[in-house]
């Protein structure tokens, strides 16, 4: 079926850091997310993405988080500068259609540790 | 606001007996209700979801029935295989304008011998 990949996996970068998150979402896919998880929580939104504009973001998507997608390429969550409690597991997730019946297709996620 | 409880973060259980996984939640307006497994090392993927027209949602031999008097989405299964052990997410989302799902903490199922 069709899949979103995340890269890295993993990534350990020092607090204060920049860092940058990849989602390749599936290839027809319109609407883009970014979904957070801390260790032994629940996963939780962060944003939604379409057309180079933000659509919805949670109270847990600070000003030092920004999203963009340049020319088709990576979906990229990039947070500058990165604090301890940006540790956790994030997923990206893509869509065909907007709404909350729409299935959206999960990545593997990439697991940020900041020491 | 909107949450999402599952009970249970960790069900142990003998093939062939049958799975039942509590979801329960709280959503303002009418939701659809979602849920998803993933496997070790591997996405979360989508197993089902509700639906308007009553139809209960079934794949891979689990079905789940909304019960809008008791804000439950409960995944059963009958005869529970090896292969079911996963972690299982129940998720809502609203049926107003935006697209962002609520998760509940998730279930560990584990399928033994």
């Known amino acids: 079926g069709p899949k979103v990949l995340q890269i890295p996996s993993h990534q350990i970068i020092d607090m204060g850091q920049m860092v940058t998150l990849n989602c390749d979402p599936v290839?027809?896919?319109?609407?883009f997310y970014w979904y957070k998880q801390i260790l032994g929580q629940q996963m939780e939104f962060l944003v939604n993405?379409?057309?180079?504009?933000?659509?919805?973001k949670s109270k847990l998507f600070k000003d030092q988080f920004s999203v963009e997608r340049p020319d088709g390429s990576y979906f990229t969550l990039k947070i500058q500068p990165t604090a301890l409690e940006d540790s956790a597991v994030y997923f990206c997730?893509?869509?065909?259609?907007?709404?909350?019946?729409?299935?959206?297709?999960f990545g593997p996620g990439t697991r940020l540790t900041v020491l | 606001g909107d949450s999402v409880t599952q009970t249970e973060g960790l069900v142990t259980l003998t093939e062939g007996l049958p799975v039942m996984l509590n979801c329960t939640y709280q959503?303002?307006?009418?939701?659809?209700l979602f849920w998803y497994v993933q496997h070790l090392n591997e996405a979360p993927k989508l197993l089902l979801k509700?639906?308007?027209?009553?139809k209960r949602p079934e794949h891979q031999g689990f079905h789940a029935t909304l019960h809008k008097s008791s804000s439950s989405f409960h995944l059963q299964k009958s005869s529970a295989q090896l292969s079911d052990s996963a972690l299982y997410y129940c998720?809502?989302?609203?049926?107003?304008?935006?697209?962002?799902?609520?998760f509940g903490g998730g279930t560990r199922l584990t399928v033994r011998p």
């Open positions: 997730a893509s869509s065909l259609n907007w709404g909350n019946y729409a299935e959206q297709f």
């Open positions: 290839s027809n896919h319109l609407y």
């Open positions: 993405f379409y057309n180079g504009k933000v659509m919805e």
């Open positions: 959503s303002t307006y009418s939701p659809f």
């Open positions: 509700s639906f308007t027209d009553n």
């Open positions: 998720a809502l989302g609203e049926n107003n304008a935006g697209a962002k799902l609520t």
